[in-house]
């Protein structure tokens, strides 16, 4: 069975130094990432996240992130583990004060 990840990822590597996405960061600087730069960081964090903290398919993870590139990578390293994703933008004040009393159980801003 070919998961989410799996299925949206397929074409990333025959794509390789073309550019997946830019994000703007809040310095005016610009983040750029090419699809098979995307590849080997998914890779990469999936690895350590599975043989260093443990994560393991059906586990969730709590994504706390502003907009990013490397969300995308976090983002689909989890998916790619079988994980259930559960995101959370720290600019959003209503999420930031639930995350802080250790209750991420609904989000509203």
Do not use: W
């Not at 599975?50 to 590139?69: C, E, I, M, W, Y």
């Not at 689909?76 to 583990?81: G, P, Q, S």
């Amino acid at each position: 069975m070919v998961n989410f990840n799996d299925f949206m990822m397929e074409p990333f590597a025959e794509r390789g130094d073309r550019t997946a996405i830019t994000v703007l960061n809040p310095d005016g600087s610009k983040d750029v990432r090419t699809f098979g730069g995307l590849v080997e960081d998914v890779n990469s964090v999936a690895h350590e996240l599975r043989h260093q903290v443990g994560f393991k398919a059906g586990d969730t993870a709590l994504v706390v992130s502003p907009n990013h590139a490397d969300y995308f990578t976090v983002v689909h390293a989890v998916l790619r583990l079988g994980g259930v994703l559960s995101p959370a933008n720290p600019l959003c004040v209503g999420v930031r004060k639930r995350c802080r009393g250790g209750r991420a159980t609904e989000a509203a801003c």
